[in-house]
């Protein structure tokens, strides 16, 4: 009976583990941005930042507090020993100048809104990181796979020369080169594989370290002809990009500062009720006050605030030459890494491939020495890696151009 209880509690853990979600292991790039925008601890900080703008700007459009005072007390008159109680209560409200109130509100709005544009370039920042190990991951891997298929292929070649120098049919002095360049290309993968893991590391540093110690990726290398018109790149990039609209909003963020401070000039008031019950009697009523500007006239603020207006607006002037300056130069290296890949494109790839090919059967056949075919697959993987190298570079170079213009490149 126990031996049957036993099979069956087997069977249900056997059953409850199939059952549960296996994590997901493989990544493609969209998935991988995604996780970056939910767990990446400074892309966290700019949300609670524009939170903590927001709460400030819709607090600014409060009313300010009234103020009760309540008094209690006993009298007595001069001429007489007679003792009263008095006692008193007043509330006043402080009412802030409409147009100062307006200006005060505004600065707390743009500095609501300069965070938020803030946040969308922390963003682009963010998807330029993400993308960058992205495809070199895919380069490393990509190199993996060259460096494994040519140690393969070393191996083998060493193999058939180990028979043929046993035989007599060549030196043995070939078969240790061999086994040099087999250690050579184990080397060489070894490299490869501690480059990549690094670079999934660091990948997983910007997104929190949220996805597995095992993850792999999904995707390739990449490359589609772009039709960018310059002007037309440049003219989208100063209206939209995140760093100019921020710029523009501590612009107006100064603006309405000195407007605020020149306000200041004009008295805010004061109502104010109150009754007191006296030694003679009851009094009570109502109240204004309001401050004179006579000694201060707020002419050090206005100076400040005024400067601070041209050094905003000197900055968004060379903000903007910045950046155009900076898309420009982007642009030029995305075009030089479309040259590189049309050169690949445009017959290399096939002329290398066919050129291997025959070196490899002219070897067996003992037409060609083993230096020369050697020479021959080197330059083969040299011009496979150069093209991987090539789709990394423009893969990455888009991605700083759409860093630099400020969105996606279509």
Known sequence: MKKYIFLFLAL????????????????????????????????SAKLKEIEAKKAAYQASKRLFNPELE???????????????????????????????????????????QAAENRFDFSKLELFFQIKNFFYKI????????????????????????????????????????????????????????TKLKLAKENLNKFLGHSLPSDFSVSGKLDYKPLAIVEKTLLDKTLLSHPLVKTKEKDLEYA??????????RFPDFTLSGFIHNELDGKNQGI?????????????????????????????????????????KVKLNQLM????????????????????????????????ISLIDYLDSQRTYYSILKDYQESLYAWNADRAALEKATGGDIK
């Open 336 to 367: 030089l890494s479309e040259e590189s890949i049309r050169i690949f494109h445009a017959g290399l790839l096939k002329q290398a491939e066919e050129s291997l090919k025959i070196s490899e059967v002219s070897y067996k056949q003992g037409e």
């Open 138 to 193: 895919l380069l490393l891997e990509n190199k993996e796979d060259f460096a494994q298929k040519n140690l393969v292929s070393i191996r083998e070649i060493h193999k058939l020369i180990e028979k043929r120098a046993k035989l007599g049919e060549v030196k043995e002095l070939e078969a240790i080169k061999l086994y040099v360049e087999t250690l050579k290309a184990q080397k060489e993968l070894n490299k490869i594989q």
């Open 287 to 327: 109240g204004i006050s309001l401050d004179i500007p006579l000694w201060n006239f707020k002419s050090k603020e206005i100076a400040e605030a005024e400067n601070l207006r041209l050094k905003q607006s000197e900055e968004l002037r060379a903000l903007k030459m910045e950046i155009t300056t900076e898309v």
């Open 12 to 43: 249900i853990g056997v059953l409850s583990t199939s059952s549960l979600p296996t994590e997901k292991k493989e990544f493609n790039l969209p998935e991988i941005i995604k996780l970056g925008i939910k767990n990446n601890p400074l892309i």
């Open 70 to 112: 309540f008094h209690k007390g006993k009298g007595k008159f001069y001429d007489s020993s007679i003792k009263r109680n008095t006692d008193g209560v007043s509330l006043s409200q402080y009412i802030e100048n409409p147009l100062k109130r307006h200006y005060r509100i505004q600065m707390f709005e743009k500095a609501w």
């Open 255 to 264: 603006k309405s500062n000195l407007s605020y401070v020149k306000w200041q």
